[in-house]
């Protein structure tokens, strides 16, 4: 009996030390509120954000890197808004989310849950609002080991009043533009150099990427997509006038 004894105390005591060292080796993933901002129509955001360590193979051996996600989530507001915005932010930081859209909190502890030998980083907030439109942007970068990580930023505006997402659809036609002007701007080259950053020349069509900013309305191309990484992303000010959106779609909400 007091051999039984002896051998609980000793398998409780083992016990609760293999606890103590997977927990220390593996602290508890926690999500954290933060700010609460109230835009147009009603709409309001609050800050979440989560934090964990991993192990990533690069030159010299395993590292020790950080992977977060900091987002401006929608809590409430319009409808149609809250709803889109929050189907884009998932499809940025955990498309495979299979819980309820209007949890932040779990859709970012089941994407740090699989965070295992890459880093990722991701910081989602608004970097633009009026009220006719409201613009999320994606500042992300992720690294699995090797020369450099990839990294980008990815904008989205939504139109307040039906919340659906401003499209290359709702720009002038494209021919309206000196593609190689305003590029150049960007590239800060000369129009005549535009081509040597580029795989195929100068682009015929508007990238997938359309946003409003403060200065205006833009759209991007992100690395690789028409250029070497080296470039990085090619973001466009296609005019700060709404004159020039005049007739068109987007002249509504500029």
Not at 11 to 30: E, H, V
Not at 44 to 49: A, G, L, N, R
Not at 133 to 138: E, K, L, S, V
Request: charged residues 20%; glycine residues 10%.
């Amino acid at each position: 009996m007091i051999v039984a004894l002896i051998f609980g105390v000793v398998s409780a005591d083992a016990a609760q030390k293999k606890t103590r060292k997977r927990t220390a080796a593996a602290p508890a993933l926690t999500v954290k509120e933060g700010a609460v901002k109230e835009y147009a129509d009603g709409l309001v955001t609050q800050v979440f954000s989560i934090k964990k360590k991993v192990r990533v193979q690069s030159y010299g051996g395993a590292q020790s890197m950080e992977c977060s996600i900091s987002v401006e989530y929608p809590i409430s507001g319009p409808t149609s808004l809250v709803a889109n915005a929050r189907l884009w932010i998932k499809d940025k930081i955990n498309s495979g989310f299979k819980g309820a859209i209007d949890n932040p909190k779990a859709m970012l502890l089941s994407a740090a849950k699989s965070w295992r030998n890459e880093q990722e980083v991701s910081d989602i907030k608004v970097v633009y609002s009026s009220g006719k439109a409201i613009t999320f942007c994606d500042d992300t970068y992720a690294y699995m080991g090797g020369a450099h990580g990839t990294g980008g930023k990815y904008y989205v505006t939504f139109l307040l009043d039906n919340g659906r997402e401003l499209t290359k659809d709702d720009l002038p036609r494209f021919s309206k533009w000196n593609m190689a002007q305003l590029m150049s701007r960007t590239l800060e080259c000369k129009p005549s150099e535009v081509t040597d950053y580029l795989f195929q020349g100068i682009p015929t069509e508007y990238p997938d990427c359309v946003y409003l900013g403060t200065d205006g309305m833009h759209i991007v191309w992100g690395p690789y997509e028409i250029a070497p990484y080296a470039v990085g992303v090619i973001d466009v000010l296609l005019s700060g006038n709404k004159a020039d959106f005049s007739g068109t779609v987007s002249g509504e909400y500029f």
